[in-house]
């Protein structure tokens, strides 16, 4: 006879059990209950604060009342970005003291009342699981349907916010307070690990679509992938999810050139393998068959990968030039040889809109229905006290993405 506790089925249990029924019925399921916030809320919360240069504090900040159209976020997990390390090293952007981490994704534990629905127009309630994108303070009612933002720049971001009377501005943290006028995103139905890539995947979501513009990128195009450091991978991602068979992954790398394959190259070329561009062309264009590549994506942030790249493409091809968030100095090419006579249309890509945030949501889910590893591209997990350890990790570039992930 068994024992109690397994015959014990649960109203949980009893739930799944009717659901699964009917839906191997094709009724329909009754709504899953709306999940329930986490805990009761603390009056403080935790914070890492960059408060000199390479170097994070734990402070410990009151959790302010909410206007009737701010959200309070409780932290699951966000990503070290590059701009992080930035801010890390040097403070480009002035803004010591502040609390980084914009890749950041929480549940809604407390909600203004005027707080309905995300920038999609989906419902918002507590226990939802968000991210947020650009803040409009000037604009608070803007939706991801409005496409006279071409990009971020402009607006303000979470985790970019200079130090004020609210102090939880980033996500590295264990609360952070969404205020009025930010475009927000009910993304429920990914994991966690999905939700922390969302914003470097935004960022090849866009250039996939600038890409697009050129006319050149089809289903049956020869794609090179030149750099094969996150922004890379996620670009062969996406170009799988598209359908893209034929994939070359250039970087220096084996371990790197590696994972582009898991993630979808069907080759790869070391390009340190090679003397001379005459014979690295020679290699990418072996890898193709025989074909130069008709479009190809730089992502590396080199100079030399730039006046590279031109040589991989065949006349009449195209390059989306994304490689260069921040100025990485300039690149020497020959205009006539690289670009005029063969007629190469290029274009180039930084950042996001909404609506490619929108339409990321979409590839994650797609990238794990086809078995890509997405997770796999977050090599390194810390905890928000372990932050400065983290950020040394990032520095070092021995894994990939590194993240902080609260408990
Ligand atoms: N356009 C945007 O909005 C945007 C957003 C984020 C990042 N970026 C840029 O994308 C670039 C890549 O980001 P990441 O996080 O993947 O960086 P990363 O440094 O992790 O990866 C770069 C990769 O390029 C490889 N590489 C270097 N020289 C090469 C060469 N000559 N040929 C082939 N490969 C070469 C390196 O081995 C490395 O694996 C960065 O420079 C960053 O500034 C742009």
Not at 201 to 223: M, P, Q, Y
Request: glycine share 10%; hydrophobic share 40%; proline share 4%.
């Amino acid at each position: 006879m068994k024992g109690k506790s397994e015959m014990d089925i649960n109203s949980e249990k009893i739930q799944q059990i009717v659901q699964q029924v009917l839906s191997e019925m094709g009724g329909a399921a009754p709504k899953a209950a709306a999940p329930k916030a986490s805990g009761p809320i603390p009056k403080t919360s935790r914070a890492a604060m960059l408060t000199k240069l390479e170097h994070y504090d734990i402070k410990e900040f009151p959790i302010p009342e909410l206007g009737d159209d701010d959200i309070l976020v409780k932290v699951e997990g966000c990503g070290v970005c590059g701009t992080d390390a930035h801010e890390f090293k040097r403070d480009p952007f002035g803004l010591i003291p502040v609390v980084l981490g914009h890749e950041g994704t929480g549940e809604i534990v407390k909600m203004g009342k005027n707080v309905k629905k995300d920038s999609a127009g989906k419902d918002l309630n507590v226990g939802d699981k968000v991210v947020t994108c650009m803040i409009f303070k000037d604009n608070p009612d803007i939706t991801m349907y409005d496409l006279n933002k071409q990009n971020v720049g402009g607006a303000d971001v979470y985790g970019l916010i200079p130090d004020d009377e609210i102090h939880l501005n980033g996500w590295f943290a264990d609360y952070m307070v969404i205020r009025k006028g930010s475009s927000v995103f009910n993304v429920s139905d990914l994991d966690l690990d999905s939700r922390i890539l969302i914003e470097p995947c935004a960022v090849l979501i866009h250039a996939v679509e600038r890409a697009k513009t050129t006319g050149i990128l089809r289903f049956n195009s020869r794609v090179a992938v030149q750099g094969c450091g996150p922004i890379g991978l996620i670009c062969i991602a996406i170009l799988r999810t598209m359908g893209i068979e034929n994939i070359t992954a250039i970087d220096g790398e084996e371990k790197r050139l590696a994972f582009a394959k898991e993630m979808g190259a069907t080759a790869t070329v070391n390009f340190k393998d090679y003397k001379g561009i005459e014979a690295l062309t020679d290699a990418v264009n072996a890898s193709f068959g025989g074909y130069l590549a008709d479009f190809a994506f730089q992502c590396t942030g080199s100079p030399v990968a730039h006046a590279n790249i031109y040589k991989f493409i065949r006349s009449g091809g195209g390059l989306c030039e994304l490689g260069f968030f921040i100025n990485g100095g300039d690149a020497t090419i020959n205009p006539h040889f690289d670009i005029c006579s063969k007629e190469i249309t290029t274009v180039g890509s930084w950042v996001y809109t909404l609506r490619d945030y929108a339409t990321t949501f979409d590839f994650l889910k797609r990238a794990k229905g086809i078995g890509l590893p997405m997770s796999k591209l977050i090599t390194h997990r810390y905890k928000l006290e372990e932050i400065n350890e983290a950020h040394v990790t990032n520095l070092k570039m021995e894994g990939l993405k590194v993240a902080i992930i609260n408990e």
